[in-house]
């Protein structure tokens, strides 16, 4: 495990940015493995604004989005799609057919969890996962439970996570208490994984992430086990380290 510890959110989301940088000038068809969150928002102001100077082409990428919330439509503002086209798709030029974000509003779950995965692999895996963390240390929508989950699938939000998530939301009421995400075996097969965090309230979460027992009651602890993971955090996350 790498970890870069930055001063500030701004640096955090500077860092972040140049290494997707990095990846799609090197591969320029690279398959994005995207997170939603607050803490990614910068990292994506930052792409935006890269790619308005010519610096990043998107012409050719190919975007997997971790999650969806499970009966919220899209054109929902707190649904994931809504956050992702309002915070990068519509301010770059990314061809609209590679992007991918699980149907939160499907029929079938089992069928779209299975096509997501085929997507997947069709793409030939993601080349590098952003990803943030929850206070619980959830990623993707992948809460503690009692053993880490490999493809797609539904959950049952934490009440923990329904409350956090709350704040985007006019009323607790409205915050949808299941998603569609990725599983842990899913972003544990990206060939590069980027996580960040900041804030006091990340860093219990990140300790255990970092030097607790892997087991899937913290489910980043098993990044602990992937070969090319970077963390980028600020002073507050990485307070216990
Ligand atoms: C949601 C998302 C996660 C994200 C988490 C933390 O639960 N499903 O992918 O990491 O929120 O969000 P924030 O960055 O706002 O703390």
Redesign the pocket.
Known sequence: MRIIVCENYEEVSKKAAQMILSQVTLKPNSVLGL???????GMYENLVSLNKKGDIDFSEVRTFN??EYYNLPKENDQS?HYFMYKNLFDHININPENIHIPNGMTDDVDAECERYDELIKEAGGVDIQV?????NA????NEPTINFEKGTHLVQ?EDS?IE??SRFFDNIEDVPKK?I?MGVGSIFKSKKIML????E??AEAIYNTVYGKVVPEVPASILQFHSDIVLILDKEAAKFL
């Open positions: 997170a939603t969150g607050s803490t990614p928002i971790l999650d994931y990803l943030g963390i929850g206070n959830h990623i993707g929508f939000l996570t956090a998530n998603a995400t960040v965090a900041t804030g309230n990340k």
